[in-house]
C-alpha cells in the first residue's frame, strides 16, 4: 500500500486550505507557487514547499513530480497559470489532477485538457450552505 502523494500549486486560500488539511493527515504533500512569501509560510507544515515561475516549461523541468499521484491546481483568476500547471502535471504522469475554475470558460478550457475534476470552490460552498438551511 503505497502512501498517497500530493502535489498542490497554487497556494491563495482554497489550495493553502487543502495543503494544510491534508498534511495533518500526515499525507506527503508538495506545494508550488511563484509567490515567496505564501510559499515560507506554507513550507512550516508541508512536505515540501518551493517557489517557481509556474508559466515556464524550464521551471517545471526542475520539479520532481514522477511520484505523485494527485495533483491540485487551484488558480482560479489565472487562467495562464492554471492551464500550464496543469499541463506541466499532466505531462509528468500525475495520475488524477483537480483543477479550480474561475468561470465556465476557463472551466471549457480544462475539461478540453482532459483534467480528472474541475472545481468551482465558491458554487460548492454555495450548494453546501443551502443544504444546510434545508436542514435547520
Not at 87 to 100: N, R, S, W
Not at 110 to 116: A, D, P, R, T, W
Request: hydrophobic share 45%; proline share 1%; charged share 30%.
Amino acid at each position: 500500500f503505497m502512501k498517497k502523494q500530493c502535489v498542490i500549486v497554487g497556494l491563495g486560500k482554497y489550495g493553502m486550505s487543502i495543503a494544510k488539511k491534508l498534511s495533518d493527515s500526515k499525507i506527503e504533500v508538495l506545494a508550488i507557487d511563484n509567490d515567496i512569501k505564501v510559499v515560507e509560510k506554507v513550507s512550516n507544515y508541508v512536505t515540501k514547499a518551493i517557489c517557481i515561475d509556474v508559466t515556464s516549461g524550464e521551471a517545471w523541468e526542475r520539479v520532481p513530480l514522477k511520484d505523485f499521484d494527485v495533483g491540485v491546481v487551484c488558480f482560479g483568476e489565472n487562467v495562464t497559470a492554471s492551464i500550464l500547471s496543469c499541463m506541466a502535471l499532466e505531462e509528468a504522469g500525475v495520475k488524477y489532477i483537480i483543477a479550480k475554475a474561475g468561470d465556465k470558460y476557463h472551466k471549457k478550457v480544462l475539461e478540453k485538457l482532459n483534467i480528472s475534476e474541475v472545481v468551482f470552490p465558491e458554487e460548492f460552498v454555495g450548494e453546501l450552505t443551502a443544504k444546510k438551511i434545508l436542514e435547520i
